[in-house]
């Protein structure tokens, strides 16, 4: 969450969702992203704060999150899936919870390689071999123009 320019949509309230109409916060992060990338996002949170998120009902008591119709399928929430990420932030004040938005702008980069290390003594005693293997990898949001993310008022 610390990519720079990555468009940012705050709650108004502090540590917390409006008490009236906390959806339109939602409803505003999903417009403020171009419609190409609107239509290819995806929502991204914990599992914390989709639990405050799901209980959220419409005027006629519908949830706004809907369930999957199949098995293994995805919620969304305004037509997006909802992807469950353990390391984004709960709510609280002045920190990130949702992030929505495409994700053809953020990249995983492989390096060229893979070193392995053949260790036949450690388990020598028990007749086996050891291998140690490291790979390098990174990633970052190549288009930050492609996301908007939610901070929660300090």
């Given at each position: 969450m610390t990519a720079t320019g990555i468009k940012e949509v705050k709650t108004g309230v502090a540590a917390a969702f409006p008490s009236t109409n906390?959806?339109?916060?939602?409803?505003?992060?999903?417009?403020a992203i171009a419609t190409s990338h609107a239509q290819n996002g995806a929502w991204l949170m914990n599992r914390n704060t989709l639990s405050v998120i799901r209980q959220w009902k419409d005027g006629e008591g519908?949830?706004?999150?809907?369930d999957p119709i199949t098995a293994g399928g995805v919620l969304t929430l305004l037509g997006r899936p909802i992807v469950?990420?353990?390391?984004?932030?709960?709510?609280?004040?002045?920190?990130?919870?949702?992030?929505?938005?495409?994700?053809?702008?953020?990249?995983?980069?492989?390096r060229v390689?893979?070193?392995?290390?053949?260790?036949?003594?450690?388990?020598a005693t028990k007749g086996q071999v050891r291998f140690h293997a490291r790979k390098r990898v990174g990633a970052d949001v190549t288009h930050p123009d492609r996301f908007v993310k939610l901070k929660v008022a300090a």
């Open positions: 906390p959806a339109d916060v939602i409803i505003g992060m999903y417009h519908r949830y706004l999150v809907l469950e990420m353990p390391d984004m932030d709960d709510i609280g004040a002045g920190k990130f919870p949702i992030l929505f938005g495409d994700l053809s702008g953020y990249r995983i980069i492989d390689g893979l070193s392995t290390l053949r260790d036949p003594y450690s388990l």
